[in-house]
């Protein structure tokens, strides 16, 4: 339970982050940001899947790039379904999620260093 609230957390940091980093990703608080982290979790689990699997052979043929789109598509989802999350156009979704993808994964590393201090 205890590491389903740490990676909520680092979620919903990342978010924050990533909107002072990217211009055209707003959030106008942490509360915000920690619904809209619930929400990603949630679309990440159901949507992404079923989007993978219908777009596989254009994921295929640019050797994974097009799954930088996907991720771009469901931050703007999460933007549209969050109040106070506001996700303006695709290309600061796309670019927001490759930045949200290294600040997550940048703050989990930083996390799990400390857990293990």
Known sequence: MLGFIITWLVAAISLLITSYVVPGIYVDGFSSAALAAILMGLINAIVKPILVL????????????????????????????????????????????????????????????GTNA
């Open 54 to 113: 219908l777009t596989l052979p254009l994921t295929i043929l640019t050797l994974g790039l097009f799954l930088l789109v996907i991720n771009g598509i469901t931050l703007a989802l999460v933007g549209y379904l969050t109040p106070g999350f506001d996700v303006n156009g695709f290309l600061p979704a796309i670019i927001g999620a490759i930045v949200l993808s290294l600040v997550s994964s940048a703050i989990g590393h930083l996390v799990r260093e």
